[in-house]
């Protein structure tokens, strides 16, 4: 189920600022006083799929929503990164790691609340932009491409972390969620 478990929080504007959530693992999100000026919307969403192959194209089980139009899949992460389009929205699934891979920057005008979505650990960010950086195998961080401009709803649920982007406020984001099978 849907559970609201925080409430908006503020954090100190500082580059050092890093929001915690408690078990969401694979992503690191930082609180700067500016965004790098590399933030874009281009969508690098990886090499279109049959949706019929989506749910086992990756090293994972990938949960699908009842009305997706597109499917891609991306190897930039170790397992593979699945990508679904439906209607304007993204979702985007990949296997978690205890180590980061999604570094998500963002700005002073970017709000959150944390929550707890289909029994895992999660965080809404709303209000402004932020910017998505993948770290490499090497450790180097690097630009992701992966964007719709909007809120963001992200989690942990099982072995997978899951993003949503692209719906209109956290009501449409939890829905979302709640349908993936």
Same mark, same amino acid.
């Given at each position: 189920?849907?559970?609201?478990?925080?409430?908006?929080?503020?954090?100190?504007?500082?580059?050092?600022?890093?929001?915690?959530?408690?078990?969401?693992?694979?992503?690191?999100? +930082?609180?700067?006083? *500016?965004?790098?000026?590399?933030?874009?919307?281009?969508? $690098? &969403?990886? @090499? /279109?799929?049959? =949706?019929?192959?989506?749910?086992?194209?990756?090293?994972?089980?990938?949960?699908?929503?009842?009305?997706?139009?597109?499917?891609?899949?991306?190897?930039?992460?170790?397992?593979?990164?699945?990508?679904?389009?439906?209607?304007?929205?993204?979702?985007? +699934?990949?296997?978690? *790691?205890?180590?980061?891979?999604?570094?998500?920057?963002? $700005? &002073?005008? @970017? /709000?959150?609340? =944390?929550?707890?979505?289909?029994?895992?650990?999660?965080?809404?960010?709303?209000?402004?932009?932020?910017?998505?950086?993948?770290?490499?195998?090497?450790?180097?961080?690097?630009?992701?491409?992966?964007?719709?401009?909007?809120?963001?709803?992200?989690?942990?649920?099982?072995?997978?972390?899951?993003?949503?982007?692209?719906?209109?406020?956290?009501?449409?984001?939890?829905?979302?969620?709640?349908?993936?099978?």
């Amino acid at each position: 189920g849907l559970l609201l478990a925080g409430t908006a929080m503020a954090v100190p504007p500082t580059r050092d600022a890093i929001l915690n959530v408690l078990g969401l693992r694979g992503v690191r999100i +930082e609180r700067v006083t *500016s965004l790098p000026a590399s933030a874009g919307t281009r969508l $690098g &969403l990886g @090499t /279109r799929i049959p =949706l019929a192959d989506a749910r086992h194209a990756a090293d994972f089980t990938a949960l699908e929503p009842p009305r997706a139009t597109a499917a891609f899949l991306a190897r930039d992460m170790p397992g593979g990164r699945i990508s679904l389009l439906a209607g304007p929205t993204l979702i985007t +699934e990949f296997r978690a *790691s205890v180590s980061p891979v999604l570094d998500k920057i963002i $700005g &002073l005008d @970017t /709000r959150y609340t =944390l929550l707890h979505v289909n029994g895992g650990a999660g965080i809404y960010l709303y209000g402004a932009p932020h910017e998505v950086l993948v770290q490499e195998p090497n450790g180097e961080l690097r630009t992701n491409q992966i964007r719709i401009a909007g809120n963001v709803l992200l989690w942990q649920q099982g072995p997978l972390t899951l993003r949503i982007e692209g719906t209109h406020n956290l009501g449409q984001a939890l829905a979302l969620a709640h349908s993936l099978r």
